[in-house]
């Protein structure tokens, strides 16, 4: 009944939408668990910490190791980590970027250094604006945890950690870095760290553009779920489909 | 020796670099008023009252009647007093917009408005963000005092009002209207207030993108300094070139 041995799920639109659970999908979790496979998560939030993901899956019914957590921080830190010559950052974010960065050895400075990581920060302030654009402009790189421009709230869409990545590029003239989906990073580091073959991962999401993508640019198979930002009918007139395109996860299961 | 009447000229690189004086355009404008001719500035800054900017002039040495003086703040307010329906209105930005917009008989209201009208804010903040794209999301129009992406500080670039706005209207999936220049707002309000034919009129500025478009927009003569953003041998490769480039303005004194 479950052909792959890594079932890598985005979080939001997937799982759960705001604070609410997607019933199918946590169905579908415990039914995978029942069998002895324990799934991957991966989202591009990357203002909380591994613990508070995990935190968020719990109180929506699904328990998940922390190991098998995986953050658009958690990957931002180990690649700035390989790309930094001095171990030092300056950094615009909340907390989960701050920490993973900590964790990987590296330093927060205020004084110039040559990498700038981007994530979300509801504290934004022109000030922050106007350091950021210094910075890369004095020659740091840019890098943002992940591109997205917006990001559903309640009521409509909201800015997402992309929109200030691509003001500071703007004003700068540079190109950003994203490390989050649709870039391959986090799935390549699963692999890596859990010893998968592409063959044996299925990358399974809502959003064509990060989810989806991320998949197919990693190269494994992918399952696009109806339940989230981009509907089926779009992601039906794309160039790279999906392996499979389902309502939500219990059609898979016969 | 001056074949014009009126003399519209930008400020930020025109006629002075932060607060210093470009000597020569000071030297120029004592001469046309020894003439009889009192020139007229248009800035797209929004965040200067037209009696601040009137101040920022008689520091270095430039008398200026308050109404020769044209900021993009008072074009947008004169421009939304036009287009509003109950005449109030949602404002992100500083007091030069806000008086503006008062100044004209508008309300600005924090609840939902069919105008938005941004200006540079450097108290900007998330929260304001949001709220931001949520009125334009709700049917607010989205009109932008000008769409400077960017412009100079002291060691670089800094964010300019544009790159707000097109976060917004990003966000929100909107097209948005910039009064400030090159839009020809500017000097169809001179024109009109003051009666001139296009033919009487020249634009003097130096940045292409902003003054030299706004001139050629609208309809009439144009000079190019090269005391600011755009280097002579950039304008000199654009399609619609201006009537004159000049080092500076003292050039075209004989």
Do not use: W
Not at 22 to 46: C, M, R
Not at 59 to 77: E, K, M
Not at 78 to 84: D, G, L, N, Q
């Amino acid at each position: 009944m479950f052909p792959y041995k890594a079932y890598c799920f985005d979080l939001d639109g997937t799982i759960y939408r705001g604070k609410e659970a997607i019933d199918s999908a946590v169905k579908f979790i415990h039914l995978l668990q029942e069998e002895g496979i324990e799934p991957y998560y991966l989202t591009n939030n990357s203002s909380k910490t591994r613990e508070r993901l995990q935190q968020v899956l719990q109180d929506i019914g699904v328990d998940a190791p922390l190991d098998h957590i995986y953050s658009s921080s958690l990957a931002t830190a180990a690649y700035v980590a390989k790309i930094s010559s001095n171990k030092k950052v300056n950094v615009v974010g909340e907390l989960g970027i701050r920490t993973a960065l900590i964790e990987q050895g590296l330093e927060i400075t205020d004084e110039q250094s040559d990498v700038l990581v981007m994530g979300i920060d509801r504290q934004i302030s022109y000030e922050k604006l106007v350091k950021a654009c210094d910075y890369v402009q004095n020659g740091a790189q840019l890098i943002g945890t992940n591109g997205d421009i917006k990001f559903p709230n309640e009521t409509g869409f909201t800015p997402g950690n992309g929109s200030f990545v691509q003001l500071v590029a703007n004003v700068s003239g540079v190109t950003p870095t994203f490390v989050g989906k649709p870039s391959p990073v986090m799935l390549q580091i699963i692999a890596k760290e859990h010893h998968f073959e592409k063959s044996e991962m299925v990358m399974v999401g809502d959003n064509y553009d990060t989810d989806i993508l991320c998949g197919i640019n990693f190269g494994c198979d992918t399952i696009h779920v109806n339940t989230g930002v981009t509907p089926t009918e779009i992601v039906k007139k794309q160039a790279n489909l999906p392996t499979y395109c389902v309502e939500n996860l219990l059609a898979l299961i016969k």
